[in-house]
């Protein structure tokens, strides 16, 4: 695993649970990682420079440990059969995705030490903000 270890995985849900359903493969928790590294970086890209914070040597972060731990536990463990997948499984993902949705919006940030994106001469890049005129007051 690239970003998340095991320490990680095991804080958010039981070893015994991550270790039945990847039956002893890690190969599966490294496609599954892979595929949430991808999905996150889709919700940050406009904001963060996620090349950076996901290249070979990671720039770590409690939260974004906590959001791709959470959302990799829980599709791991969602390979069971389904009457083997507590139903608590699923408050993981309702979080993670919330949090996602906050940090793309602007309404959380993430740690200074987090690189923003950058123009060529080091400003930081600010998205584009959005607006009609048939808001007669004139609200952003």
């Excluded at 599954?32 to 914070?53: F, Q, T, W």
């Excluded at 906050?102 to 690189?115: A, T, W």
Aim: charged share 30%; with cysteine; proline share 4%.
């Amino acid at each position: 695993m690239r970003y998340i270890n095991m320490d990680d995985l095991t804080t958010v849900i039981q070893n015994r649970l991550l270790v039945e359903s990847i039956e002893k493969d890690e190969e599966v928790l490294n496609g599954i990682e892979d595929l949430v590294i991808s999905e996150v970086s889709a919700y940050l890209s406009d904001r963060y420079d996620v090349g950076k914070i996901f290249d070979e040597h990671p720039i770590r972060t409690g939260l974004l440990v906590r959001v791709i731990a959470c959302i990799t536990a829980r599709r791991a463990v969602g390979r069971n059969a389904a009457r083997k997948v507590p139903d608590s499984l699923s408050d993981l993902n309702d979080w993670a995705d919330s949090i996602l949705v906050k940090l793309r919006d602007g309404i959380m940030s993430l740690p200074p030490e987090i690189p923003l994106i950058t123009d060529e001469e080091g400003n930081v890049e600010s998205p584009i903000l959005f607006g009609h005129t048939r808001n007669n007051g004139w609200f952003l």
